[in-house]
């Protein structure tokens, strides 16, 4: 009999040496931004090391920068159809999945980046995330910062609005960011963010708006002469996963990648910050583009120009209780972040 049971846990022992290890499920994460030293990479390579880490090597994240599987749109729809995993659409591509996520792109919404990233954390950024997924049967797992938007081009130094007028600004395929430009008296001309710097260079277009960064890591800042520092949107991206692939994960694997997306959300955000007076630098010293940075009374001219006219578009687009809900939400984060007004 002992000798029966001992032979019989040797033969299931190395049984069990000899079965293959689990084959780990593998995470595809596919984004815009070049592989490189960049806030998207950044985060997105701590996302790899800390879900593998912290999983056991029992999930692995395969990244795909630089549009390797196709435009922003083309892997939004590939994460909705279950054929990817996980993206990282910004707000304006993502409009055309989730029109509500117009509100956040209201011009000179958000005075600073801390302020918007008290509102991404709070009950407003955590109702964008469920209306998300509740709306277009995707998993949301986190917002962060792509940057706040600034104009760059050929023809001459932007300090007011009257500046722009007449100007033909390339812009993203966002019906928000296309009518901020013409209610500045410019026209806003849509084209893809692979195509806007040969856009620029062959005079399709006479200026473009991102945030610092992206015009120096694109190529943009090579091809102009003049940058203004006006800041007037503040980029979104937004973490988001297939449904389905999510809901198959064990609770525990759920959290991993949960946590790992709040980590990407804040490591982007704090380099995005960091990174614009950075690229800004290089940008002025190095490639010798002529740079100005709007005055706080300047900005204010902006504002005076465009936040009336963009609000009651988007209002038609999405409601005018989301605007009131997220202007409510930017007016309780100031007063969080820097005590009530006099």
Do not use: C
Request: glycine share 8%; aromatic share 10%; proline share 6%.
């Amino acid at each position: 009999m002992t000798f029966t049971l001992r032979t019989t846990f040797t033969a299931a022992a190395i049984a069990l040496l000899a079965a293959p290890p689990a084959l780990a499920e593998e995470i595809k994460f596919a984004f815009e931004m070049f592989e490189g030293d960049n806030p998207e990479f950044n985060a997105a390579t701590a996302f790899k090391d800390y879900v593998e880490n912290k999983s056991n090597g029992e999930l692995t994240v395969r990244l795909f920068p630089g549009n390797q599987m196709g435009s922003v749109r083309e892997t939004t729809e590939m994460v909705q159809q279950g054929t990817l995993e996980m993206t990282l659409p910004s707000d304006g591509a993502f409009a055309g999945f989730y029109p509500p996520i117009q509100a956040w792109s209201m011009p000179y919404l958000f005075q600073s980046a801390p302020v918007a990233w008290q509102v991404m954390q709070g009950e407003f950024g955590r109702w964008t995330l469920e209306d998300i997924h509740a709306q277009t049967g995707m998993k949301a797992l986190a917002l962060s910062q792509n940057g706040f938007r600034s104009f760059m081009n050929n023809e001459k130094q932007i300090v007011t609005p009257a500046d722009l007028e007449g100007m033909k600004i390339r812009t993203m395929e966002s019906p928000v960011y296309m009518e901020m430009v013409e209610a500045l008296g410019a026209d806003a001309t849509p084209i893809a963010g692979s195509e806007a710097v040969m856009a620029l260079q062959q005079g399709v277009v006479d200026g473009l708006e991102s945030p610092p960064p992206v015009h120096l890591a694109g190529g943009a800042a090579d091809v102009s002469d003049f940058m203004t520092l006006n800041e007037h949107v503040f980029g979104l991206h937004i973490v988001i996963a297939n449904d389905d692939w999510f809901n198959g994960l064990s609770p525990a694997h759920q959290k991993i990648v949960t946590d790992g997306a709040k980590l990407f959300a804040s490591i982007e955000n704090v380099e995005k910050t960091a990174g614009d007076w950075q690229a800004i630098r290089v940008i002025e010293e190095e490639k010798g583009v002529q740079v100005h940075v709007s005055t706080p009374d300047e900005k204010q001219q902006f504002r005076d120009a465009v936040y009336e006219p963009v609000r009651a578009f988007v209002s038609e687009q999405v409601g005018d209780d989301i605007l009131e809900r997220i202007e409510a939400a930017v007016a309780q984060a100031e007063t969080e972040l820097y005590g009530p007004t006099e």
